[in-house]
């Protein structure tokens, strides 16, 4: 298990990481999430040693992580360092022999992964020649060389086409059932919600957020939409209730309490029929919103 505890990085008088604390449990996919200049990628860079500890502690299985600990962590960077002018497989192959495999094992390594993200075809391309989507997928499958211990990825979805979303999906499930924590970023909140076991919210520095997706969904506002034949100028004088967006039959509100829920749906049924009263989960974007704003 990764675990951060109240870690700060300062640049000069500037605090750009503020005690930060979370989890990367085993076999769960953590998504890391915030807006830009959050404080994620320079996390992130603490966490595979790039950049020193202005103050905290990192533990890996209970103790501060050492080079061979790193040596073993997948990591992909906000910034791509793949050599343009090399081919895709000399390179891979390099790097699987950095995380301690053998020539012919890290071989047969890339290009297992290489067909697995659609790629076998451009193993002897020099890496600029590929378009920038592949270039992507040719970073993931740097990161996953050597059956990493723990996944550390930077933004891993931009540029990829749905196929090769899903090849990453499928990867991500078959790492985490080994019992690898996965800890990843990203700005697309829609594969956000369905990879990820568990989020943390990062804005300003700070951790806003921590939870499964589930959870922070109900700690966010939960809202109820009517549909009513008797349409819905009326509700805005229902007390307790607040009209969010109202459209023609439908209407979303916040409800205050019980009471005023009941007030509500009488008051509605008393106009006419309801052809629905259904609360409204906040998705994760919601959330993400709420808790950054």
Partial sequence: MLELDNVVRRFGDRTVVDEVSFRVRPGLVTGFVGGNG???????????????????????NGRPPTREDRRAFGYMPEERGLYPKQSVLSQLVYLGRLRGLGAAGARRAV?????????????????????????????????????????????????LDPIAVDSMAEVL?????RGVPVLFSSHQLDLVERLCDHLVVLSGGRVVGDGSPDRLRRQGRVRHRLRTAAGTRWVRDVAGVTVVTENDDTVLVEIANS????????????????REFAEVVPSVGDVFRELAA
């Fill in 173 to 177: 499930r078959e790492i985490t059932g």
């Fill in 38 to 60: 959050a404080g994620k990628t320079t996390t992130m860079r603490m966490i595979m040693g790039v950049l020193a500890l202005s103050a905290g502690e990192i533990r890996w």
């Fill in 259 to 274: 009471e005023a829920a009941d007030g509500l749906l009488t008051e509605a049924l008393r106009r006419g029929t309801v």
């Fill in 111 to 159: 290009e297992d992964l290489l067909d697995r993200f659609s790629l076998a075809e451009k193993r002897d391309a020099k890496l600029e020649s590929l378009s920038l989507g592949n270039q992507q997928r040719v970073q993931i499958v740097a990161a996953l060389m050597g059956e990493p211990g723990l996944l550390v990825l930077d933004e891993p979805f931009s540029g």
